[in-house]
């Protein structure tokens, strides 16, 4: 595998904090949950279009039928993952919505374990067990705050299952096609599906205000471009789980921005579920041998 020019985790922290404003800008668009998915990918295939069928329409002729079919799994699985977790900022908070989507890394665990045939150990149990402790207290909160909280949980619980598929899909691909290639398709076919879903569902293409044009841009812009296009670029050189382990980051500074703009507060249960949540994923990822070496040799 070639050497990256700049290290992956630098490309992966500026990822996290641009899709921890994903949240925030989707609550501030006034539109239905599918049609501001289907504007923000067709806004980033717009905008990425020029590139690719300037330099990279060659790749198209090398795919083969694994790399077209993988592609549009991953695009498909993308789509509504984004109609799911922006369905549940209608019904529960950001801070509820981004932690349960954080739990990321055990899917992405669950998935590498039959597919790719990683180990599993006692810790990742442990982990695992106190990450799920952790997400039902949350949920358990939010049932007794409302039903509809409680709804807006499952739905962000179902959305964090699609989007680790839709990195698993794309780590296999990404290895054999150019990041802007994959990009494209992915992207391509999200937005078909998208716009498939928005018509079946009834809901309105438009019109819309100004500022919601804005936020639509804002949306591919951000999270897309420089959130997700970032991912893909790093799942070339690193795991599934180090991309999904960065994104634990997300739901903090969410929660902290949706405290300021919207004076979404935390209720007990999720400040307790939610830290919870992040102990059993730090314990998931930390690797102890590492921390052991490091300490051993300070000493």
């Not at 970032?230 to 949706?258: D, R």
């Not at 004076?263 to 307790?272: D, F």
């Not at 919870?276 to 051993?296: A, M, P, R, T, Y």
């Amino acid at each position: 595998m070639e050497k990256p020019k700049i290290h992956p985790y630098i490309p992966i922290f500026i990822g996290v904090i641009s899709v921890s404003l994903s949240a925030i800008f989707v609550k501030l668009a006034n539109a239905e949950a599918g049609v501001i998915a289907f504007y923000r990918m067709l806004f980033s295939v717009l905008i990425m279009a020029p590139l690719f069928f300037l330099k990279y329409t060659n790749e198209i002729k090398k795919l083969r039928i694994r790399d077209w079919l993988f592609s549009s799994v991953a695009g498909v699985f993308l789509a509504f993952h984004f109609i799911l977790w922006f369905e549940s900022l209608n019904f529960t908070s950001v801070a509820s919505s981004t932690v349960l989507v954080a739990l990321q890394p055990l899917f992405a665990f669950l998935g590498t374990y039959f597919f790719f045939k990683e180990k599993i150990t006692l810790k990742t149990i442990l982990a695992g067990a106190i990450a799920i402790a952790g997400s039902i207290l949350i949920s358990w909160g939010d049932f007794k705050l409302s039903g509809t909280a409680f709804f807006g949980d499952m739905l962000a619980l179902v959305a964090c299952v699609l989007v680790t598929a839709y990195f698993l899909f794309g780590q296999d691909v990404r290895k054999r096609l150019s990041l802007v290639t994959y990009t494209m398709i992915v992207y391509a076919v999200s937005t078909i599906t998208l716009f498939v879903y928005v018509l079946i569902n009834g809901e309105s293409f438009g019109p819309y205000s100004n500022m919601d044009w804005i936020w639509f841009i804002v949306l591919a812009i951000v999270p897309n471009l420089l959130g997700h296009t970032l991912f893909n670029w790093s799942i070339k050189y690193v795991s599934t789980n180090v991309v999904s382990i960065a994104i634990l980051f997300e739901p903090i500074g969410a929660a902290i921005l949706a405290l300021l703009i919207f004076k979404e507060y935390l209720i007990a249960t999720q400040i307790i579920g939610g830290v919870i949540v992040l102990v059993g994923i730090l314990l998931f990822v930390v690797d102890e041998k590492k921390i052991f070496n490091f300490f051993s040799k300070k000493a």
